[in-house]
C-alpha cells in the first residue's frame, strides 16, 4: 500500500463550482497533515495545516478522519485561479513529510 | 524576505556524466531537505539536515548521490554518474525548528539527463 493515496484526477469543474479531493493515509502515527498547492512548472507552497479534526481557511476546508486515516480539501465557489496540484501531505518523524503524488484540479470559465 | 534561492534553474547533461546542484535556504532556517520530484509524482525526500547534521538520508541513493551542508547554511546536491531515471526536478526546502513546521520551497533545479 502507498503511504499516500490520491485521485489523479484532473477534476474538471466550473467556475463556482464546489469540489472535494480525498486522501488516505497508511501511517496511523501521523499527527499533522498538509495541503500543499502546486502550479504547473512551479515549487509546492503550503496551503493548509490540519492538526486536529479540520481546519477552514476562506473558501477551503479540511477535514481529517484519523480512525480511516483519511483527510478531504473541499474547494467552494472555485475560481480559476484554483487551478492546479493539490498534494495531501502527512507529517512523519522529525519535520519529514510524505507527499502524495496530487490531484489535478482544472477550473474553467 | 528572500526565499529559498537554488541555481542552476535547468541543466542537461548526458548519462554518466556528473552534476551538481545549490541550494542557500531561507536566513535562519536550520532544517533543509532535498526533493526529487519526477514527472506526475509527488516530491520525493531525498535527504534532511538540521544544521550540518543529516537527520534522514534514508531515500538517498549513495552510490551516486551525496550532499552537504558543510556550514549549518547553504548545501550543495551532488549526482555522480547520472542516469536516464535521475531526470527530475530537485527541489530544496528549508524551514525553522518545530513548531514552525512550514517548509518553503525553492523553485527547483529542472534536470535532463540524455
Known amino acids: 500500500r502507498k503511504e499516500v493515496e490520491q485521485d489523479p484526477g484532473p477534476f474538471n469543474v466550473p467556475e463556482g463550482a464546489t469540489v472535494a479531493f480525498n486522501c488516505t493515509y497508511s501511517?496511523?502515527?501521523?499527527?499533522?497533515f498538509f495541503w500543499y498547492r502546486q502550479d504547473c512548472r512551479k515549487e509546492p507552497k503550503l496551503l493548509m495545516s490540519v492538526y486536529s479534526s479540520g481546519n477552514e481557511d476562506g473558501r477551503f476546508t479540511a477535514q481529517l478522519n484519523r480512525a480511516s486515516q483519511y483527510i478531504s480539501l473541499l474547494i467552494r465557489d472555485s475560481k480559476l485561479s484554483d487551478s492546479a496540484t493539490y498534494l495531501c501531505v502527512p507529517l512523519e518523524g522529525f519535520q519529514k513529510l510524505v507527499f502524495g503524488t496530487g490531484t489535478r484540479l482544472l477550473v474553467s470559465p | 524576505e528572500a526565499g529559498v534561492a537554488q541555481s542552476p534553474r535547468y541543466k542537461i547533461i548526458e548519462k554518466r556524466q556528473s552534476v551538481a546542484f545549490w541550494c542557500n535556504p531561507i536566513?535562519?532556517?536550520?532544517?533543509l531537505y532535498w526533493y526529487q520530484q519526477i514527472l506526475g509524482q509527488g516530491p520525493k525526500l531525498l535527504i534532511q539536515f538540521q544544521n550540518n547534521g543529516v537527520v534522514d538520508d534514508s531515500q538517498l541513493p549513495k552510490d551516486r548521490f551525496s550532499a552537504e551542508r558543510l556550514k549549518g547554511v547553504d548545501s550543495t546536491l551532488k549526482i555522480q554518474p547520472a542516469k536516464l531515471e535521475d531526470s527530475a526536478v530537485y527541489l530544496c526546502a528549508s524551514s525553522l525548528p518545530p513548531p514552525g513546521l512550514e517548509q518553503y520551497f525553492g523553485p527547483g533545479t529542472r534536470l535532463t539527463v540524455t
Open positions: 501511517n496511523s502515527a501521523s499527527q499533522s
Open positions: 536566513s535562519g532556517h536550520a532544517t
